[in-house]
C-alpha cells in the first residue's frame, strides 16, 4: 500500500519556467492539501480540496494554481517559478472532513529555482 | 488571527534526559491540538493528538502531552529521550472555524531536537 506519492521528490528549475508537482493517494482520501515547509515558517498551507473538483485557497496560495479531477490525484502548478519558491513542498490527505482528523503526510519534493 | 507558538527553537539533550517542548495556540474557541514528528529526511508522522475529553494525551513511542485550556498550552513531554528520538517537532491547531473551514491546521514554526548519545 503506497498511501502517498510525490513526484518528483527533487526538482531545479529556473525563474519563470513552469512547473507540476504531483501528489497521488491510493486510500480514496476525501481531502487533500498541499503545504511548503521554510525554515522559520513551519508549514504553511496552499492550498487544500475537500473532494474532486472541489479546491480552495490556502494561507500562500498567490503563484500557484491546483486541480483535482480525480480523487486520487492532486497536482500543484507553478505558473512561472521565482525564488521565493524555492521550498519543501508537502502533500498531505485526510479521510473525512472533521476537526480531529488526522492529516497524512507524503515524503515531500525539495524544489530549487535558480 | 489563529497561531501557533513554539518558543523553543532547537534544543540539544543528552540521552535518559527529560524532555517538555512547549506550544501555546491562540484561538478562543474550540480546537483540536496534534503534535507531529519529523525524523531526518522522512516525511511528518503524527505523534499524538487532542480530540476531546482526558486532556492528557498518550502518544507513540512514550510521548505524552497536556492540553491546559486555561493557558492555551499543548506541551510535549516525555520522561527519558533517546538518541533516535533526534528530530524535529511541529505543534499543530485545527481552529473549526478558521476561514470558514474545519480542516485547515495551523503548524508552529517547528523545534529541532538533537539528542547527544
Known amino acids: 500500500d503506497a498511501g502517498i506519492t510525490q513526484s518528483p521528490r527533487y526538482k531545479i528549475t529556473e525563474t519563470g519556467r513552469q512547473v507540476t508537482l504531483m501528489c497521488h493517494q491510493t486510500w480514496s482520501h476525501s481531502y487533500m492539501f498541499w503545504y511548503r515547509q521554510d525554515l522559520g515558517h513551519g508549514l504553511r498551507l496552499i492550498y487544500y480540496s475537500a473532494a474532486a473538483d472541489i479546491t480552495d485557497k490556502g494561507e500562500v496560495p498567490d503563484g500557484y494554481v491546483v486541480s483535482r479531477s480525480k480523487t486520487e490525484n492532486f497536482p500543484l502548478t507553478l505558473e512561472s517559478a521565482t525564488r521565493s519558491q524555492t521550498s519543501v513542498y508537502f502533500c498531505?490527505?485526510?479521510?473525512?472532513?472533521?476537526?480531529?482528523?488526522?492529516?497524512?503526510f507524503g515524503p515531500g519534493t525539495r524544489l530549487l529555482v535558480l | 488571527a489563529q497561531s501557533v507558538s513554539q518558543h523553543n527553537h532547537h534544543v540539544i539533550l543528552s540521552e535518559a534526559a527529560s524532555l517538555e517542548l512547549g506550544c501555546n495556540y491562540s484561538y478562543g474557541g474550540t480546537v483540536n491540538l496534534f503534535w507531529y514528528v519529523q525524523y531526518p529526511g522522512q516525511h511528518l508522522q503524527l505523534l499524538l493528538k487532542y480530540f476531546s475529553g482526558d486532556p492528557l494525551v498518550k502518544g507513540i513511542k512514550g510521548f505524552e502531552a497536556e492540553f491546559i485550556k486555561s493557558k492555551f498550552s499543548f506541551n510535549l513531554r516525555k520522561p527519558s529521550v533517546q538518541w533516535s528520538d533526534t528530530a524535529e517537532y511541529f505543534c499543530a491547531v485545527n481552529a473549526g472555524n478558521y476561514g470558514g473551514a474545519t480542516n485547515k491546521l495551523i503548524f508552529g514554526t517547528g523545534t529541532l531536537l538533537a539528542v547527544q548519545p
Open positions: 498531505a490527505t485526510q479521510l473525512a472532513g472533521g476537526r480531529g482528523e488526522t492529516q497524512y
